[in-house]
């Protein structure tokens, strides 16, 4: 091979690493956007899934609490013995901190914020109803206490705390189950983008 003959091969290879070596750094950055992105993606859907669980637990903390407080309230309209009144005033300031661990939770979500006002406002409701029927007890007007602990009112209120505590637990659980989703569209999509890449280095 003669001196041109090299000169051009060597020419026409570094015109070759010219233009391979740009592409093959395009296709790295390529592949690192891709993964950022789908972390970026898959965290953010991670971090809405545990939100979610967490205002899902909240809300259930909050209806065996009052079902706490219920039962105590019961107890001790019935039998008069202040044993009860122990976990009825425990289950009332567990109440109070959980109604302040979800209106914390769902300042982010004006939708369920509403919602939520509605269970908030309900659960005011049966407390009060709960307290009066207490003091009355306490000073001895059995027909009174006897006629609110007897009357459906209660109930209804429990049975509206139970349907709109469960309509938030059901908007939690969509949220996880889209969060879900969303972290294994970004795996699927972070899977296609390497091997498309790839494909074309």
């Known amino acids: ?6 000169s051009l091969l060597w020419l026409q290879k ?13 296709a790295a950055l390529v592949l690192v956007g891709i993964n950022e992105a789908g972390h970026m993606r898959s965290q953010k859907a ?5 939100n979610g ?6 809300v259930n903390r909050l209806l065996q609490s009052m079902l706490d407080a219920e039962t105590g309230q019961r107890g001790y309209l019935l039998t008069g ?30 939708a369920d914020l509403q919602q939520f006002s509605l269970l908030a406002h309900e659960v005011s409701r049966k407390l009060a109803e709960m307290e009066l029927s207490l003091r009355l007890r306490r000073q ?15 109930r209804e209120h ?16 969509q949220t996880v189950q889209k969060s879900r989703e969303h972290i294994v569209q970004s795996l699927m999509l972070s899977r296609i983008g390497i091997a498309t890449v790839t494909a074309i280095g």
Request: charged share 25%.
């Open 140 to 154: 001895g007007n059995e027909d009174a206490w006897k006629f609110i602990l007897f009357t459906d009112v209660g």
């Open 81 to 110: 013995n202040e044993a009860y009144l122990e976990p009825y005033d425990k289950a009332v300031a567990t109440v109070q901190q959980n109604l302040d661990e979800l209106r914390n939770q769902y300042l982010h979500s004006p």
């Open 46 to 50: 991670v971090e809405e899934m545990n």
């Open 14 to 26: 570094s015109r070759m690493m010219a233009v391979s070596l740009p592409l093959a750094l395009l």
């Open 158 to 173: 429990m049975e509206s705390i139970r349907k709109l505590a469960h309509g938030l637990i059901d908007r939690s659980g």
């Open 1 to 6: 091979m003669t001196f041109k003959e090299n």
């Open 53 to 58: 669980q967490q205002t899902r637990n909240a």
